[in-house]
T-cell receptor, first 117, second 116 residues
Framework: AQSVTQPDIHITVSEGASLELRCNYSYGATPYLFWYVQSPGQGLQLLLKYFSGDTLVQGIKGFEAEFKRSQSSFNLRKPSVHWSDAAEYFCAVGARPGGTSYGKLTFGQGTILTVHP | DAGVIQSPRHEVTEMGQEVTLRCKPISGHDYLFWYRQTMMRGLELLIYFNNNVPIDDSGMPEDRFSAKMPNASFSTLKIQPSEPRDSAVYFC??????????????FGPGTRLTVL
């Protein structure tokens, strides 16, 4: 079965600093990978996704993520964090057609990002 | 598009009462998902549908929970009877199977349920 691990429950950075949120997945083949963001009191919003091709994907709000097959990782990065980036971030993995659990996503436990001024 | 619509946004009820949460997916989407989010357990998938048919309900906590999707534009999640431990935010999400972005899910704003 597919699974996702986000090792960091809570990360604090200063505004303007760089950011990297870690995500490791377990899946028998190359999965579909996603990062979502949730602001307080809101639903989840898609930041970016990886299906195939270029392993560095660009998303909204200046975020990017890199798929590394050898490390089973899909870490989220941003070069300069803004106070408005404070939120909870979720990594998710989805099975490809023909795989078990086709159609659904498995989410990590989330990483809460706090931004200090 | 209006996005995924959920109602009510907030629900406060007393233990033992029946609660019905409603969801309207994005038009044309063929997958619908119900999640529950709590501080202790994080985001849990309860059940999901494909073309109105339940595919996996293994996440439904117990028989007090039931979900239906009578047509492509409406789904309900019912809790009967409700208990305080059901207090959580319930999200509905939908997605479209189009062979490339089929499981990119779009989430509704959630229903915050409080059972007293």
């Amino acid at each position: 079965a597919q699974s996702v691990t986000q090792p960091d429950i809570h990360i604090t950075v200063s505004e303007g600093a760089s950011l990297e949120l870690r995500c490791n997945y377990s899946y028998g083949a190359t999965p579909y990978l996603f990062w979502y963001v949730q602001s307080p009191g809101q639903g989840l919003q898609l930041l970016l996704k990886y299906f195939s091709g270029d392993t560095l994907v660009q998303g909204i709000k200046g975020f990017e993520a890199e798929f590394k097959r050898s490390q089973s990782s899909f870490n989220l990065r941003k070069p300069s964090v803004h106070w408005s980036d404070a939120a909870e971030y979720f990594c998710a993995v989805g099975a490809r057609p023909g795989g078990t659990s086709y159609g659904k996503l498995t989410f990590g436990q989330g990483t809460i990002l706090t931004v200090h001024p | 598009d209006a996005g995924v619509i959920q109602s009510p946004r907030h629900e406060v009820t007393e233990m033992g009462q029946e609660v019905t949460l409603r969801c309207k997916p994005i038009s044309g989407h063929d997958y619908l998902f119900w999640y529950r989010q709590t501080m202790m357990r994080g985001l849990e998938l309860l059940i999901y549908f494909n073309n109105n048919v339940p595919i996996d309900d293994s996440g439904m906590p117990e028989d007090r929970f039931s979900a239906k999707m009578p047509n492509a534009s409406f789904s309900t999640l019912k809790i009967q009877p409700s208990e305080p431990r059901d207090s959580a935010v319930y999200f509905c999400a939908s997605s479209l199977d189009r062979g490339g972005s089929y499981n990119e899910q779009f989430f509704g704003p959630g229903t915050r349920l409080t059972v007293l």
